[in-house]
């Protein structure tokens, strides 16, 4: 079997279609999250948005009109699935805690169990998605360190997607002396994202 190439095609067309949806989103009637499965569903779907636009943002500002030459670069291609990755992982983690400390603080519902059954669910089911198995256990163990010392009623307050942010900023594949020079726009470019998360997901609750 000769060795498996990706292509631009292979990395990005769910992608694109997340990003395009996201693009046309604000028009259709946004259904209130009435149940954990609901809830699911909005934390994968969000987590994966926050994720590849800004990664790919990022990417596109940086290499300008080369943007696209890159991606016949093997490596390269390489470097940005890991880093696709390795940012959507601690984004899940991010918007998990987020959500069920929001949940605690204002409704009083807290399910810690239910918390970690969704996040190793949406891990699991994108084994599918060749997320890698290295990236799915060291994001669960990560996320059960993170259970041991939040506090559910000040996390949701409390610079709560800090950590996805620094994630785009570690393993976007950029050059150490370029990142250093973009570090607040990126971690801002991340926060204000989530800002449009927070605020549909404050819209749609229906507990």
């Known amino acids: 079997m000769g060795k498996y190439k990706l292509t631009w095609r292979d990395l990005s067309l769910n992608d694109f279609k997340i990003y395009l949806f996201a693009l046309f989103k604000a028009f259709i009637p946004k259904k209130k999250i009435k149940n954990l499965d609901e809830l699911e569903n909005f934390i994968q779907t969000k987590s994966a948005w926050v994720s590849q636009v800004t990664l790919y943002g990022y990417l596109k500002t940086r290499m300008g009109t080369r943007y696209v ?77 993170r259970l041991q010392n939040i506090n559910w009623d000040l996390y949701h307050d409390d610079l709560p997607f800090n950590p996805s942010a620094l994630s785009l900023y570690k393993w976007a594949p ?22 449009v998360v927070k605020k549909e997901f404050i819209e749609r609750l229906k507990f």
């Open 69 to 145: 030459l890159h991606f016949e670069n093997d490596e390269f291609m390489s470097s940005v699935n890991i880093a696709k990755w390795n940012i959507y992982s601690v984004a899940l983690q991010d918007l998990t805690l987020y959500s069920f400390s929001y949940l605690k603080a204002k409704f009083n519902y807290l399910e810690v169990n239910k918390a970690k059954e969704i996040f190793y669910k949406i891990l699991d089911d994108e084994t599918s998605n060749q997320m890698p198995l290295n990236i799915i256990e060291e994001a669960k163990k990560e996320f059960n360190e």
């Open 174 to 195: 950029i050059a150490d002396e370029l990142k250093t020079l973009d570090r607040k726009i990126v971690l801002n470019s991340v926060i204000l994202k989530w800002g």
